[in-house]
């Protein structure tokens, strides 16, 4: 199954990596993509992950590594003329990003965020769907 990883899925595996999250990561039926920008997220809260989690920065740098092994990264200009719709139908627009990959993709998102239920045009599935739906 194809899916859009949205980067709460990756922050919450690196803070708890016994995790439904992190197993699914690297399940094997599932391809994963991400906005290129999705680095530069994760970067941002690197301070604060590494604070919950209580991981070293190099394992903070390793765990990061072998998760970003299994997402592939699309470059923007691969999918910005989706960019406009995407901002329509994302009800938060900090996720427009992610819809406008999965308009792309043509494929569902992976989020524990509720708010983007509220809209009806790309599926989203949580992680507790997502492991319902492969069982």
């Not at 990959?101 to 949580?126: E, M």
């Given at each position: 199954?194809?899916?859009?990883?949205?980067?709460?899925?990756?922050?919450?595996?690196?803070?708890?990596?016994?995790?439904?999250?992190?197993?699914?990561?690297?399940?094997?039926?599932?391809?994963?993509?991400a906005p290129e920008f999705l680095k530069q997220e994760?970067?941002?809260?690197?301070?604060?992950?590494?604070?919950?989690?209580?991981?070293?920065?190099?394992?903070?740098?390793?765990?990061?590594?072998?998760?970003?092994?299994?997402?592939?990264?699309?470059?923007?200009?691969?999918?910005?003329e989706f960019r406009y719709k995407a901002k329509e139908?994302?009800?938060?627009?900090?996720?427009?990003?992610?819809?406008?990959?999965?308009?792309?993709?043509?494929?569902?998102?992976?989020?524990?965020?509720?708010?983007?239920?509220?809209?009806?045009?790309?599926?989203?599935?949580?992680?507790?769907?997502?492991?319902?739906?492969?069982?």
């Open positions: 199954m194809d899916l859009v990883i949205d980067a709460n899925i990756i922050i919450s595996s690196l803070i708890v990596s016994e995790s439904k999250n992190f197993d699914l990561i690297f399940n094997d039926n599932l391809r994963l993509f994760i970067e941002k809260y690197k301070q604060e992950i590494t604070k919950k989690s209580n991981l070293l920065e190099y394992e903070f740098n390793l765990f990061l590594g072998l998760i970003f092994l299994r997402i592939d990264l699309i470059p923007h200009n691969e999918f910005k139908l994302s009800p938060d627009q900090n996720d427009s990003e992610y819809f406008a990959l999965a308009l792309k993709l043509k494929c569902p998102i992976w989020t524990n965020d509720k708010k983007l239920k509220s809209q009806d045009k790309i599926k989203i599935y949580s992680t507790q769907e997502l492991l319902s739906e492969l069982k």
